[in-house]
């Protein structure tokens, strides 16, 4: 964790470089803007499968990637982002949602960090924009640290503007920009394509993710000259990195986005996650 970790307010120094939060500070952010634009969109919006063609006898050969282009009338992915933000600027007027679209190359920004956290991975790197402006803090209980209660409502401005969007504008935004989103899955190194069903296994994961009451302890560890903070239990340690940006958003947010999420597959009539 030590690429990500918690940034102590009272206690060890916090890791170097930057003001604010941590990285782990701006991936939750992030975070909630997945589950918000992308898994709306990606329950919304999930392609209907298409007939299966007529088997033909031919003789075996290597698949080949599949053709694609961008439909006309769409801007090239290097121009999109003043489109982007003329779609996405109706769908709430929580002031969250201006600070999201004020990010620059918001198609590829979203894209990697849907990838990176189907993947388990911290996209923090990409999302610089949504630092926190308080500190990550700990109490001690006894001979042990918990994290603060306090810390958990730093996202609280993030939840609720999640909670604000409209879920059916969320899904007609992502059905335009599709093709966009597809196009820079493939330029990631994806040649078939498959960005929808990336974006599922991202909200999936973040479903997943368990939802923690009471005291959350803590320990320090140091990597090098950077003192971090782990948790103490075995089975919050052991989660993803994306889940554990996610846990540090506190229960009450975690629950918020998760019912939406939820709310959604099950208003559409979506079958279970596979495993």
């Known amino acids: ?25 701006l991936i939750a952010g992030g975070i909630a803007l997945l589950a918000a634009l992308g898994a709306v969109g990606y329950f919304t919006l999930r392609p209907a499968p298409k007939p299966s ?100 409502a730093r996202y609280d401005g993030f939840a609720e503007g999640v909670v604000s969007l409209d879920s059916a504008g969320c899904g007609r935004v992502y059905k335009t920009l599709e093709p966009l989103l597809e196009r820079a899955y493939r330029q990631l190194g994806y040649p078939q394509g498959g960005f929808t069903s990336r974006l599922g296994r991202a909200v999936d994961l973040l479903l997943d993710t368990p939802v923690v009451d009471g005291d959350v302890p803590v320990k320090t560890t140091r990597h090098g000259k950077t003192i971090v903070y782990e948790y103490m239990e075995p089975r919050l340690e052991a989660l993803t990195l994306a889940q554990k940006h996610l846990l540090r958003m506190g229960p009450q947010n975690v629950r918020r986005l998760q019912a939406k999420l939820r709310d959604l597959k099950q208003a559409l009539e979506l079958p279970p996650a596979q495993r």
């Open 1 to 25: 964790m030590h690429d990500f970790d918690f940034a102590p307010g009272d206690g060890p120094s916090p890791p170097s470089g930057g003001r604010g939060g941590s990285p782990a500070a």
């Open 53 to 152: 063609p007529t088997p033909q006898p031919t003789a075996a050969v290597a698949p080949s990637p599949t053709p694609f282009t961008i439909p006309s009338g769409l801007p090239a992915i290097d121009e999109s982002d003043a489109f982007v933000r003329d779609l996405a600027k109706a769908l709430s007027s929580h002031p969250q949602l201006a600070l999201w679209l004020g990010a620059k190359e918001l198609v590829r920004t979203f894209t990697v960090v849907v990838d990176n956290v189907a993947e388990g991975a911290s996209p923090a790197k990409h999302l610089g924009f949504l630092a926190p402006t308080k500190p990550f803090t700990v109490v001690n209980k006894g001979n042990r640290q918990t994290i603060d209660p306090r810390s958990y």
